[in-house]
């Protein structure tokens, strides 16, 4: 598997680093102007030194060219009480920046965040109101009919859910409204309340961690891994390494989930976890599915919850001998990611006991999951 043409936003180039770093530069530029004033501070009290003053005596000349000179660094246009003011001014500026542009985002969002708000509590009424009447159908038979010729009778949801990350962004934010508008349900403000509202019709699952697998991949006793590397040298050996096991969770299978334990030449340990993706399509009014990698943890995931699927991370992350402090790398696809990002998210809780230090998602909705700023993120979208 190639590495693949690669964007990256986020990190050191993103805008949220950016935030980060204008306020880093407003604070040294405020510690700056507390310095200039305490020089400035202390230059002024030379002026009146009782030596200075006594010299004027003997040498007036040298005395009055001392003085000025003095008073023009301190406070001439370019002395250091001017530089000390500049410096507050810019402090003061540059966090001024910051809120401004936090603002114009936050403001973005919630703008974006009604907009589909709006077309899903309008598509639930047009939906109540074609139920309602049958002549109203023949635009809906006709608009599924189009959606049908379009995907095909065969649609492999998890590959679309991938490929089209904002699409389902989208579909997703619609879900408030769309739950708003049916009779007799209450009004729902955000995704987390209404993927709360739906992962209750959800079963969340139990697990059993089977004894780990001690061959590491492209160990001479576990041929099947021959084409990766271990430990992984770098980002095509993670993808690799995430597309195996993504493609031995087949569909009906139970789940896939791999810890990968990397001994460092100290004996120091570090660890890799796979999430693979969505693997059971299932919907609320099916029955209850019997693997974690199905509809119900991406809902229960979309609501903040701590899931089964988490649980067994954790289970699996013991098992393996990890210690609390040691780093762990989550590295998952769609759902997988969801679930890593989660994972990230609750070591600020006590919710994931273990050091999360890297998460690396691909094709995984992970926007809204607030992660601790000591965690870096990969996200890879297409």
Same mark, same amino acid.
């Given at each position: ?49 009782? $030596? ?19 008073? +023009? ?21 540059? +966090? ?13 969002? +919630? ?7 709006? =077309? ?134 139970? $789940?896939?989930? $791999? ?21 059971? @399509?299932? @919907? ?45 790398? =989550? ?52």
């Amino acid at each position: 598997m190639s590495d693949p043409q690669l964007q990256v936003s986020g990190g050191a180039g993103g805008t949220n680093a950016r935030y980060a770093d204008i306020g880093v530069l407003a604070q040294h530029s405020d510690d700056l102007a507390g310095d200039l004033a305490a020089i400035s501070a202390q230059g002024h009290g030379m002026l009146v030194d009782p $030596d200075l003053l006594a010299s004027a005596v003997l040498n007036p000349d040298g005395f009055a060219k001392i003085e000025a000179g003095l008073l +023009r660094a301190l406070d001439g246009p370019d002395g250091l009480t001017a530089l000390s003011l500049d410096f507050g001014h810019r402090a003061i500026a540059l +966090r001024t920046v910051v809120a401004s542009y936090q603002a114009v985002d936050e403001a973005q969002a +919630r703008t974006i965040d009604s907009l589909r708000w709006s =077309l899903g509590f309008g598509l639930g009424i047009g939906l109540h109101g074609a139920l309602a009447n049958p002549l109203m159908t023949l635009p809906l038979v006709s608009t599924l009919g189009a959606a049908g010729a379009l995907f095909g009778d065969d649609v492999d949801w998890q590959q679309l859910i991938t490929d089209h990350p904002g699409l389902i962004d989208t579909l997703v934010g619609m879900g408030p409204g769309l739950i708003s508008s049916l009779p007799g349900t209450p009004m729902v403000g955000d995704v987390p309340g209404a993927a709360n509202l739906i992962g209750e019709f959800y079963d969340d699952g139990t697990f059993e961690v089977t004894k780990p697998d001690l061959r590491g991949p492209g160990d001479n006793t576990d041929t099947s891994h021959d084409s990766m590397r271990f430990p992984p040298e770098g980002f095509g050996d993670l993808i690799n390494g995430l597309d195996y096991r993504n493609r031995e969770s087949n569909t009906g299978q139970p $789940d896939q989930i $791999d810890v990968r334990v990397i001994t460092n030449p100290d004996g120091s340990k570090a660890y890799v976890v796979d999430i693979p993706g969505t693997k059971a @399509m299932n @919907m609320p009014w099916d029955a209850g599915s019997p693997f974690l990698n199905d509809m119900g943890t991406n809902v229960r995931v979309l609501g903040g919850d701590t899931t089964s699927r988490q649980d067994a991370i954790a289970t699996a992350l013991d098992m393996a001998g990890a210690k609390a402090t040691d780093p762990v790398m =989550l590295v998952g696809h769609s759902q997988g990611g969801m679930v890593a990002a989660q994972a990230a998210h609750d070591t600020a809780t006590g919710g994931f006991p273990y050091n999360v230090t890297h998460v690396v998602t691909a094709g995984s909705p992970i926007g809204n999951t607030e992660i601790p700023p000591g965690v870096q993120v990969l996200s890879l979208v297409l």
